[in-house]
């Protein structure tokens, strides 16, 4: 089952505005991590928060997570067209073993030109 | 060095067939994981091994999959009798240590017929 859930399932752009994605989770977490998925290849890593930690920033790339409301969130500013890729948060709960994460159905983000 | 690797990148099996799916962690890193993709879906983990020991394999869909890293490196995922309902993406993931992000490989795409 999953735990995450990602909104919007699909974002539509113009190149340049910034994009934000939204995870809910259901249980405590020891950390969330934020993921990209171009069609077709596997998953890259963006950026980890641990539970501790409010904001965490890389790049262009700025993530908010709120535990008391169980919820995170990935902003992408200035977006480019290789920014279109799905994009997956996954949370490592606590209590469910080392780092077994749980995945949302993913945020299908498209940068028109 | 060289990410995580994944052989073969896309498998056709008849329904019936077993399959062996390899994956090749970063050098050096103790834990390693598999998941299954359906398509249009997030991952969702199978099993999580730590150096050889198999710790957690309660996402093992049932008893026909099998997965083994006998020295600690190398793991291959064997599916056996294959059924339609195993076609999906199957993807490895490896860590250094415990809760930090955890590297993918490329996948497996499987298509039972």
């Known amino acids: 089952s999953q735990q995450g859930e990602e909104d919007p399932q699909a974002l539509s752009i113009q190149e340049g505005e910034n994009a934000t994605m939204n995870c809910s989770y259901k249980?405590?977490?020891?950390?969330l991590q934020w993921y990209r998925q171009n069609s077709g290849r596997g998953l890259v890593h963006l950026i980890l928060i641990r539970s501790n930690e409010r904001e965490k920033h890389s790049g262009r790339l700025r993530v908010t997570l709120d535990t008391s409301k169980k919820s995170s969130s990935l902003l992408i500013t200035a977006s480019r067209a290789a920014d279109t890729a799905s994009y997956f948060c996954?949370?490592?709960?606590?209590?469910?073993?080392?780092?077994?994460?749980?995945f949302g159905q993913g945020t299908r983000l498209t940068i028109n030109p | 060095g060289a990410g995580v690797s994944q052989s073969p990148r896309y498998k056709v099996a008849k329904r019936g067939q077993d399959v062996a799916l390899r994956c090749d962690p970063i050098s050096g890193h103790v834990s390693l994981f598999w998941y299954q993709q359906a398509l249009g879906q997030g991952p969702e983990f199978l099993t999580y091994f730590q150096n050889e020991a198999q710790l957690d394999k309660s996402g093992l869909p049932s008893d026909r999959f099998f997965a083994e890293r006998p020295e600690g490196s190398v793991s291959t995922l064997k599916i056996q009798r294959t059924q339609q309902e195993d076609s999906a993406v199957y993807l490895c993931?490896?860590?250094?240590?415990?809760?930090?992000?955890?590297?993918f490989g490329p996948g497996t795409r499987l298509t039972v017929l």
């Open positions: 996954a949370t490592d709960p606590v209590h469910q073993g080392a780092q077994k994460l749980v």
């Open positions: 249980t405590s977490i020891n950390n």
């Open positions: 993931a490896s860590t250094r240590t415990v809760y930090n992000e955890q590297f």
